[in-house]
């Protein structure tokens, strides 16, 4: 497992990439989580048949953007109903802010890559 701190257009974020295949939790959990600029957003890339990064903390209401850099259209659904995008088309993105804390599990759509995105107060 390897973590990385990021700052992304000036937010900070931590992001947790797994060793291997698959979605695998975090040995530990992380103490950094710094606000951000939610007017900027934090970027997921989608593409080549996963998502980067894998697992995402980041403070509530910081909208997270999901930009689709593969050929074909990608879609996304959080395992508990909580937010879905729809098609994103090749070069397109799709924003959600998340306003209430806690974990949203999501998966992508044909290729089926997982994602975690965990919101802090």
């Known amino acids: 497992m390897r973590a990385v701190a990021v700052r992304v257009a000036g937010a900070a974020v931590l992001a947790i990439a797994p060793a291997g295949p698959g979605l695998s939790e975090p040995s530990s959990t992380p103490e950094l989580v ?25 403070k509530e209401g910081i909208p997270v953007v999901w930009r689709n850099e593969d050929s074909f259209a990608h879609g996304l659904f959080s395992k508990d109903a ?7 088309a ?5 924003s959600h802010e998340f306003v209430t ?12 890559p997982h994602g975690i995105i965990e919101v802090v107060p």
Do not use: C, K, Q, T
């Open 82 to 88: 909580r937010f879905a995008s729809g098609a994103i």
């Open 101 to 112: 804390p806690g974990r949203y599990d999501y998966a992508s759509v044909p290729s089926g």
């Open 34 to 58: 710094l606000p951000g600029h939610p007017e900027l957003g934090i970027i997921v890339h989608i593409g080549a048949g996963a998502l980067s990064p894998v697992f995402l903390r980041v």
């Open 90 to 94: 090749p070069s397109g993105s799709f």
